[in-house]
């Protein structure tokens, strides 16, 4: 499949995307309430993009996310359907 380059993609901008205003996405999950949502697999405060199950790149400041078609994600970031990364 000839996919856009990654790099080329916008970022998510929780100010006007409504997929992450559904999710409580934030680019920097320190700023979100992890323990609250208490997602399990890992403790609040270890849980982000880069570990979580959705994220669609193994290296990256930005990484496509299987929730944001079309779109990156921080790897700092976060949302209320973070899952623990398998394997
Ligand atoms: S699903 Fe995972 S990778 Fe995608 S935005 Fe939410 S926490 Fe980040």
Not at 28 to 43: E, I, K, Y
């Amino acid at each position: 499949m000839a996919a856009a380059h990654a790099e080329d993609l916008p970022h998510v901008d929780p100010a006007t995307d409504a997929t992450a205003q559904a999710l409580k996405y934030v680019n920097d999950a320190a700023q979100a309430d992890r323990a609250t949502n208490a997602r399990p697999g890992l403790p609040p405060d270890q849980q982000r993009c880069a570990v979580c199950q959705f994220v669609l790149a193994e290296t990256g400041a930005w990484r496509p996310c299987s929730l944001f078609p079309g779109k990156l994600v921080n790897e700092n970031g976060w949302c209320t359907s973070w899952t623990m990364k398998a394997g």
